[in-house]
């Protein structure tokens, strides 16, 4: 059974940084795009990063671009999300995903596995 297991959220003040993780079991990953996405209450879930397998291939959104950073430990089967400067904006339940194929892309829809989300609560 695959599990995608976030961890790493909470409350931050603006400008402030935190770290997501999300370890996956039951298969291997390795080549596998995977991304985070976010939903706020009230508005749909929206891409924030996704990396392919080897890094080569990294797409931001343009609100995150410059803040957030994500990684990759592949002999893990783990991917990070690296939040820089945050936003009251940021705050949403954020989410990892998995892809079957090795190219990535912004589509919810396109992600075959997900995660249970970890909220991150950005204050004023």
């Known amino acids: 059974q695959v599990q995608l297991v976030e961890s790493g959220g909470g409350l931050v003040q603006a400008g402030g940084s935190l770290r997501l993780s999300c370890a996956a079991s039951?298969?291997?990953?390795?080549?596998?795009?995977m991304g985070w996405f976010r939903q706020a209450p009230g508005k749909e879930r929206e891409f924030v990063a996704a990396s392919s397998w080897g890094g080569g291939s990294i797409h931001y959104a343009d609100s995150v671009k410059g803040r957030f950073t994500i990684s990759r430990d592949n002999a893990k089967n783990t991917v990070y999300l690296q939040m820089n400067s945050l936003k009251p904006e940021d705050t949403a339940v954020y989410y990892c995903?998995?892809?079957?194929?090795?190219?990535?892309?912004?589509?919810?829809?396109?992600?075959?596995?997900w995660g249970q989300g970890t909220q991150v609560t950005v204050s004023s």
């Open positions: 039951g298969r291997t990953f390795s080549s596998s795009a």
């Open positions: 995903a998995a892809r079957t194929t090795n190219v990535v892309v912004i589509i919810p829809a396109e992600y075959a596995y």
